[in-house]
């Protein structure tokens, strides 16, 4: 099942294979995509859906070093190169919009953008700045009611931005502790007013942030991206967690957007997501369902054919090889990831992989 075709109203794909969205710093100037990104996600527009790296919609959310923006002309410009190039060769492209909040040192903003987040206390936990070599984060400014409305309305405009640069969709990126899951999860969101201290204040932000991006592009080209279970930036389980993600994805599912993409990091060391919450989440959501975390050709083929998702989505061998897909359906043996360049400037270990019979 993983290389039959997908068809719905709103995507046609030729495969159910998701290349993963997984920041890789190459937006070396003023945080804007260029043509060595086209070239790198064209060499892999074999997937059936490519989601790119993390992708800021706000100066504020520009919190790692190199990673891209989209929230002006410039960055339209640059991924513009991106999407025609995915195009040209078949591929369908989403963008990952993801504000890194209180994930972020200052010496990695652009003047003028500060680190924001739920509360101000700070994300346990360092981070390299192309400045100051490695840093403790920075302390966030606790979001007003103000700053809240604003990124709302930054997450919609990048979304538009996203159709005028040629994507086929963006992905809301409420995982791994980012901006949106750091109001979901109650172990960072200590807020008492309406954006905290109950499940449904938790789910605040994500849904207005969803509600406005849907009116903004439409439902159709709306994914998002959930880590329960996750202790990626000092996140992590507590007692609300199942009842407050299944509130999360009834509305999700109400909303109508394209996809729920679930991420399990139990691969790289967190808690297992439980099977049986991961078929509840799936029951409870009519669109389209993405499962990521360590999957090979094997167990993907056998959760794609137990109605466990509709696409499984892989990332680091996507880094290694750009024929991926090639390389699965053949049993071919995998290239061996180079994580010394994973975060790197330049094409070594970006777009230098070999293909098949190089």
Not at 125 to 145: C, E, I, K, Y
Not at 193 to 200: A, C, L, V
Request: charged share 15%; glycine share 10%; hydrophobic share 45%.
């Amino acid at each position: 099942m993983l290389f039959t075709s997908l068809s719905t109203l709103a995507l046609q794909l030729g495969n159910r294979v998701v290349m993963a969205p997984m920041t890789r710093s190459r937006a070396v100037d003023a945080n804007t995509p260029n043509a060595l990104m086209a070239e790198y996600y064209a060499q892999r527009a074999t997937a059936g859906l490519i989601i790119t790296e993390g992708t800021s919609p706000s100066p504020n959310g520009l919190g790692y070093a190199r990673i891209p923006g989209l929230f002006n002309q410039a960055h339209v410009a640059g991924w513009k190169l991106v999407t025609d190039a995915v195009h040209a060769k078949g591929g369908k492209i989403f963008v990952q919009l993801m504000h890194t909040g209180r994930v972020s040192h200052a010496a990695n903003l652009p003047a003028g953008a500060e680190v924001i987040g739920p509360t101000a206390t700070a994300c346990p936990g360092d981070m390299h700045t192309d400045a100051l070599g490695m840093q403790p984060h920075s302390a966030p400014r606790a979001m007003t009611a103000d700053d809240i409305a604003m990124a709302v309305a930054e997450y919609a405009k990048s979304a538009r931005l996203a159709i005028e640069a040629g994507f086929d969709g963006v992905e809301l990126h409420a995982a791994n502790g980012y901006l949106i899951e750091q109001f979901l999860n109650a172990q960072v969101n200590q807020r008492v007013d309406g954006y905290g201290g109950s499940n449904q204040g938790r789910n605040r932000f994500a849904l207005e942030v969803v509600r406005a991006t849907v009116a903004a592009i439409g439902a159709h080209r709306v994914g998002i991206r959930l880590s329960p279970y996750g202790v990626f930036n000092s996140t992590g389980a507590y007692p609300e967690l199942e009842a407050q993600y299944l509130a999360l994805t009834e509305e999700l599912a109400q909303l109508g957007i394209l996809y729920v993409h679930l991420l399990d990091h139990s691969a790289m060391g967190a808690p297992s997501v439980p099977a049986e919450f991961k078929f509840r989440l799936r029951v409870a959501f009519n669109g389209l369902f993405i499962l990521a975390g360590g999957f090979d050709k094997t167990n993907a083929e056998t959760a794609l054919g137990a109605g466990h998702a509709d696409l499984i989505a892989f990332a680091r061998p996507f880094i290694a090889n750009p024929d991926l897909v090639e390389r699965l359906q053949v049993n071919a043996e995998l290239n061996a990831v180079d994580m010394s360049t994973f975060y790197t400037p330049g094409p070594k270990g970006y777009t230098d992989y070999p293909r098949l019979g190089a």
